[in-house]
């Protein structure tokens, strides 16, 4: 062998070696039930939460955490149906809504739960107080078609349905931007707007004839906002940067069998969640990476409290996963600054495998190289702190920050 294939070797299987350590991002937590959890909600930091999701007898389950998920307990729900959606204006003050026109809410952090009359039996699939006053809305599917959106301007007193759409058309949940702005999606690619809380509503792009499903805005950033569907293909992703008022783009996105959640961290960071245990971030917009979870179940539900880097996730069988980095995997480095100064950077791989390159977020900026199978260096640069992307050819490669490696896999 020669002198530069022993090096060659040596250098690929020092990389090997690096890449075999495991990655940071989801921890799971303990949530003590079996119930299938299709949302969490925690309003005002990380400490208190709330799940809610259906039991094994198809009842209503609620469990609460006050100490950022370490423990959770039950509650009493009082309702025989699944739950789909909660959504608290501040640790006390709670909504929660779910099959059969199920409607429940609490003034004492779930110590009780009463019913809402919301005047409606249909599937209600998303409870949203945009700003965290007293105007919330509900979105549902009618079991007799047609698009429909419930409103409450007094905290959740009384509930009035709003009119979307034709009557061809048939609801399945609402996203809302503000109290005001905000998204009516459904079958066969429904998309609806307002900007006057459904006073009066109008047709927008999707781009797209699947199911859509979810839809969520940035708090930060109320024009930036996704959707997510399901056809036989697969999920499907859409982008706006304007609020809806011009098309909504395509995202490019790992394949995922089912999307179930979207939810916008802040004006940067996007998720998506769905079956066999995937989550997807995005931060450039219009592209999407899977994370690290370890587990299999459908994630269902996402939460991101104040914008922070620590998050929350929930699913079937009792899931709930937490991250204090986004939910990106992350890879220690050293940034090669002028001696003696050593800056400590954290960098993120934020997907393996990519498509048509390696993104990366980094901390601090620091000087990355990249090398292929063979242990050539294909590209060396530095990456500036934040968000860098390396357009590469399909293929293995491993990416170098100072002392540190990882793998990573392009595919186009």
Request: charged residues 15%.
């Amino acid at each position: 062998m020669s002198v530069v294939s022993k090096r060659n070797a040596a250098v690929i299987g020092s990389l090997l070696l690096l890449c075999s350590l495991g990655f940071g991002g989801w921890t799971p937590l303990t949530s003590g039930t079996p119930a299938a959890l299709n949302s969490i909600c925690f309003p005002t930091g990380t400490l208190v939460g709330y799940a809610v999701g259906s039991d094994p007898a198809g009842g209503g389950a609620i469990i609460k955490t006050t100490d950022g998920g370490t423990t959770w307990n039950p509650q009493n729900s009082g309702v025989l149906n699944g739950l789909n959606s909660v959504d608290f204006t501040d640790d006390n003050n709670g909504y929660a809504v779910g099959n059969m026109g199920t409607a429940i809410r609490t003034t004492d952090g779930g110590a009780n739960w009463t019913r809402m009359s919301v005047g409606v039996s249909d599937k209600l699939n998303r409870v949203q107080f945009p700003e965290n006053g007293q105007t919330g809305y509900i979105g549902l599917r009618p079991q007799a078609g047609g698009g429909k959106v419930l409103k409450t301007v007094d905290g959740g007193s009384s509930w009035a349905p709003q009119t979307v759409g034709f009557p061809m058309n048939t609801s399945i949940s609402v996203g809302m931007a503000t109290d005001l702005i905000g998204v009516c999606v459904g079958f066969g690619g429904m998309l609806y707007g307002t900007t006057d809380g459904w006073g009066s509503n109008a047709s927008q792009g999707a781009q797209t004839i699947v199911d859509l499903s979810a839809a969520a805005f940035s708090s930060a950033d109320p024009n930036r906002g996704y959707l997510i569907g399901n056809d036989s293909t697969g999920g499907v992703i859409r982008y706006t940067a304007t609020g809806g008022l011009s098309l909504w783009d395509s995202c490019r996105t790992w394949v995922v069998t089912t999307l179930n959640g979207v939810y916008m961290a802040d004006s940067m960071f996007g998720y998506v969640c769905g079956s066999d245990g995937n989550i997807l971030v995005s931060a450039d917009k219009r592209d999407f990476w899977r994370t690290t979870t370890g587990v299999t179940a459908a994630m269902t539900g996402l939460c991101f409290p104040n914008g922070a880097d620590t998050g929350y996730a929930c699913g079937g069988n009792g899931t709930i996963l937490k991250t204090t980095d986004k939910g990106i995997p992350w890879i220690p480095g050293v940034a090669e600054g002028k001696a003696p100064v050593v800056t400590r950077a954290g960098i993120r791989v934020l997907s393996n495998p990519s498509r048509h390159g390696i993104a990366l977020h980094s901390d601090a900026d620091v000087r990355v190289s990249v090398f292929d199978a063979a242990g050539r260096v294909v590209t060396s640069r530095a990456a500036t702190k934040g968000l860098n992307f390396l357009p590469l050819p399909t293929g293995a490669y491993f990416v170098k920050a100072g002392a540190q490696t990882a793998r990573a896999v392009v595919t186009d």
